[in-house]
């Protein structure tokens, strides 16, 4: 599954800017984040492909320190989420 955000270089805006977004602070602390995530990958992806895999394209936030350690973070938690242990998250340079 792939996804394409407005983004800054420390965030994803879910919604619209300044509104709802993905951060290292909200994989943290904003239950209802993580469990969007949780959601989406539960309902969204087959779980039982080994190559399951969750993209953010085309942002700003790729180019900055903060894509790599969000997408660690973000494996980290879905890897807690039943059958998600190889679901991968990648936001990659364009």
Not at 39 to 51: A, E, M, Q
Not at 71 to 94: D, F, H, R, S, Y
Request: charge should be negative.
């Amino acid at each position: 599954m792939a996804m394409v955000l407005h983004s800054s270089e420390h965030e994803l805006f879910l919604v619209a800017p300044g509104e709802a977004k993905l951060s290292l602070r909200t994989m943290v602390g904003d239950d209802a984040v993580r469990g969007f995530f949780r959601d989406l990958v539960t309902d969204c992806l087959d779980l039982d492909d080994w190559s399951a895999r969750l993209d953010f394209l085309a942002t700003y936030m790729a180019e900055q320190f903060h894509g790599g350690m969000l997408a660690k973070e973000l494996e980290k938690m879905l890897a807690g989420t039943e059958g998600a242990m190889g679901c991968q998250v990648a936001i990659p340079v364009n």
